[in-house]
Nanobody, 123 residues
Framework: QVQLVESGGGSVAAGGSQRLSCAASGYTFSSYCMGWFRQAPGKEREGVAAIRGGATYYTDSVRGRFTISQDNAKNTVYLQMNSLKAEDTAMYYC??????????????????WGQGTQVTVSS
């Protein structure tokens, strides 16, 4: 049974930092790409960052501020978020799929999803 469990969300002041974690289980971690997605109230879900091996992807609005990484020994992917802005406020989800296109926000969406963790940035 595949499980993705996010942690690390919460409230932070603008300009601050936060690190999200996503612990995966139930599948061969290294075989799948991992993506971080977010959805703010009234907005569509967007792909924020993705990773597979040495390859990474970032959406334009977070490039240079967010860093995705993974620890294969711990089956965990991280999203380090720096210089946070109010517009980064959203529910953040991690997801996994065999297809890179899914992990970077393409269709169809990733197969496996976590339950989400809320990030709130106050200005």
């Amino acid at each position: 049974q595949v499980q993705l469990v996010e942690s690390g969300g919460g409230s932070v002041a603008a300009g601050g930092s936060q690190r999200l974690s996503c612990a995966a289980s139930g599948y061969t971690f290294s075989s799948y790409c991992m993506g971080w997605f977010r959805q703010a109230p009234g907005k569509e879900r967007e792909g924020v960052a993705a990773i597979r091996g040495g390859a990474t992807y970032y959406t334009d609005s977070v490039r240079g501020r967010f860093t995705i990484s993974q620890d294969n020994a711990k089956n965990t992917v991280y999203l380090q978020m720096n210089s946070l802005k109010a517009e980064d406020t959203a529910m953040y989800y991690c997801a996994a799929d065999l297809k890179w296109s899914a992990c970077v926000g393409g269709l169809p969406p990733p197969t496996y999803w976590g339950q989400g963790t809320q990030v709130t940035v106050s200005s």
